[in-house]
């Protein structure tokens, strides 16, 4: 299904781990589109991920960067802009990550320690990741720069716990970042916002199995999955869509609109 949407373009992707990942569905697309990229994650995420398998097949180097550390992210884009032969066109956040979910804390119990390292992980990453672009003037006039975003930064779904508030800073993020991004270089910011996905950060979330189920019934298209939040994200990086920023887009089969379906009642 490949329509050359990125020929001649360059990106950066950011968190793909494993086949699961949405960001390695991303990738592959994006590649399948006409791309050239680069890949990163957490230098821990070179050992226990396969992104070297991904690596060879869409033959894209692989720059390791802990996406909080503003001198892994000057490297990254410097190493990048060298690999791809010149500035960057697109870039993809796929970051999350919280230890109160993973260590199963209450939300009326959390670890603020803990808490702050998830919004660092989670969210101020996107911050740091755009203000060194920034400084290096290392993305192109026109630019897209998206991150995957989760519905819990408008509504509460209780297990999320604080990486609502994570969503929401991120959202944040997008929109101030854009405003400054668009009057200099006419770069573009936005957010998709997601439905469940069976992946590694996902699967993390208490009960995610019946809730995976629940959205699946209440979303009228049904649950999106990664390939088509991979098409959707192809669509933002390609200069079809250059005039929207600063948006919370939803790839979620409905879900976000409804209030009640009967498939949930059982009617
Ligand atoms: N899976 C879902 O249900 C769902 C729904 C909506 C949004 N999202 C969002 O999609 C994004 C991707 O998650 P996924 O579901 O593909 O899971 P995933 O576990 O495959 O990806 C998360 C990635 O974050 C990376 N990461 C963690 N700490 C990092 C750090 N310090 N520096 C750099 N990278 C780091 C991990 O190595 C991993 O590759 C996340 O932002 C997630 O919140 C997921």
Redesign the pocket.
């Known amino acids: 299904m490949a329509n050359n949407l990125l020929q001649g373009k360059r990106g950066i992707i ?5 086949e ?4 390695w569905k991303v990738a592959e697309r994006c590649v399948e589109e006409g791309a050239k990229i680069t890949l990163t ?2 230098p821990v ?1 070179m050992r226990f ?1 396969q992104i070297n398998e991904l690596g060879t097949k869409l033959n894209a180097e692989i720059i390791p ?4 550390s503003m001198e892994d992210l000057e490297n990254l884009f410097t190493k990048s802009m060298e690999a791809l032969g010149g500035k960057i066109d697109f870039v993809l956040h ?4 919280s230890i109160n979910v993973r260590k199963g804390k209450d939300y009326t119990d959390l670890n603020h320690e803990w808490m702050l390292k998830t919004f660092d ?2 969210a101020i ?1 996107f911050h740091k990741m755009m203000q060194t672009m920034m400084k290096l003037d290392a993305i192109n006039e026109g630019g897209s720069i998206l ?4 519905i819990a930064a408008q509504r509460v779904f209780p297990d999320y716990s604080e ?1 609502a508030e994570s ?1 929401a800073l991120l959202e944040s993020f997008a929109r101030s970042f854009g405003y400054h991004y668009g009057v200099q270089k006419k770069v573009r910011v936005n957010t998709i ?10 699967s993390g979330v208490k009960g995610f199995k019946e809730f995976f189920d629940y959205a699946d019934k209440m979303s009228p298209l049904g649950n999106a999955s ?1 390939l088509s939040c991979a098409d959707y994200c192809v669509t933002m990086f390609s200069d079809l869509t250059r005039m929207v920023t600063m948006q919370n887009l939803y790839n979620d089969g409905g879900f976000s609109s409804m209030g009640m379906s009967p498939a949930i009642l059982g009617l």
């Open positions: 950011f968190g793909a781990l494993d699961q990942s949405i960001a994650n957490a995420a991920g960067a802990d996406a909080t796929s970051i999350g990550m992980v989670s990453s991150a995957l975003t989760y990486m969503k916002s997601q439905s469940p996905t069976f992946t590694t950060a996902g990664a």
